[in-house]
DNA sequence: ATTATATTATACAGGTTTGTATAAAAAAAT
DNA sequence: ATTTTTTTATACAAACCTGTATAATATAAT
């Protein structure tokens, strides 16, 4: 996920800056501000770069984004999700990635919710490159979780007639409901809550 | 809601626009494109009229947004939350606004969500009149929940331990993520199912 | 018809954005 | 040390945005 191949030069001025510290900026400012509205000119401008050596490095806004999105994607709570083998609990996983996230986002000074849904919300059904990536990234997101839900049946941690489908997307609704409830400032209080609920409701046992 | 004293006027040419109209174009204008992205020029542009006029019948974009979020908000299916009364059963009015909105998602051609989560997802947090005013509206539709939970568990059609505070918060959720739901494309039925589910396991009936 | 009043047309200044183009600078390779 | 290669600095044009200011226009009131 990191640049490696990406460094190979042969000669030349090399960078003034180092392009993994310059995603995770970069990161922030889309965090920050959404997609659409912040500028090029702005992100060379807050990393101190000129636009030609932003131009040099990445070939558009849209490249810079899909950067930051990798880096963000990695380091999200609901990753332990795509870790779960066959055969192991899932209810454990689940409450641990809630539990997380509730104490994450309420950690962060900052309100900012979970960059992922933000920038879905705002570019959702967008008939843009953008657009049609983010909807594949929340696909793919709903696939593992229907796939866990149907795990979690078989290994009888849910009742046998639960449809998974619908779980898998209530469980999206969710966490996108989540992650607007702690931008909008709740407290980790009212947000494990809302987390120890919604599993229970949906079938789980929780600690 | 309508201007009715706005225009108690007394001499002079008359506008050339109708300003109710205006302010429904003005919505959708904001609904596609979002409060940031959409310029005060733009929006003058598309309703055919001189940023002169537009200056001179609304202050700032802002004040256009407020009108069009104030029209949005009148025609809204939760709107029925707040007409019903003590003594009212409440479980049915939650399944008739679930369903109706289930059904109007999808069935706009341009899949757009709630235009008040769509506003409050991309401005929620913002230290702004703006994202401050959202911010209050949906504590205001909060606090109506809240209300009809807190009834519902009188009226037994809850169970008695229901926390109502989190149940609202749910509920809230639910809303915001059905919302990004739709904007994503999810067909009526899958809208559907996940209504009736999510009604099911916060504890009430459906038909 | 004249006056008062409100709306619209037009123009301007100052700012931002994007994309490109050209020259200067820095280091690696020979 | 010279050449090669890449990054940076600077500049430009064209487009857009905002806010304001001034003149033209259209109607109600007298």
Chains 1, 2 share one sequence.
């Not at 401008?45 to 990798?70: I, Q, V």
């Not at 570019?123 to 866990?148: C, F, H, P, S, Y």
């Amino acid at each position: 996920m990191t640049s490696l191949e990406d460094d190979k030069r042969s000669a030349g001025r090399p960078r003034s800056f180092d392009r993994d510290q310059l995603i995770e900026k970069v990161m922030h400012l889309f965090w920050d501000r959404g997609y659409r509205d912040l500028s090029f000119n702005e992100i060379a401008t807050a990393t101190g770069l000129t636009r030609a050596s932003l131009y040099n490095s990445f070939k558009s806004k849209e490249a810079l984004f899909f950067e930051a999105l990798g880096n963000y994607s990695s380091s999200t709570p609901d990753v332990l999700f795509t870790k779960v083998k066959d055969g192991e609990p899932v209810g454990p996983v689940f409450y641990q990635v809630f539990a997380h996230a509730a104490k994450l986002r309420a950690s962060e000074e900052k309100k900012r919710g979970c960059f992922t849904v933000n920038c879905f919300a705002e570019l959702a059904g967008d008939d843009t490159v953008v657009g049609q990536e983010l909807a594949n990234l929340m696909e793919e997101k709903r696939a593992v979780i229907v796939r866990l839900i149907n795990q979690a049946v078989r290994q009888k941690e849910l009742p046998k007639d639960t449809d998974a489908e619908t779980t898998a997307n209530l469980v999206m609704a969710f966490l996108s409901g989540f992650s607007l409830f702690s931008k909008g400032g709740a407290s980790e209080k009212t947000l494990f809550s809302m987390c120890t609920s919604f599993l229970q409701q949906i079938g789980f046992q929780t600690p």
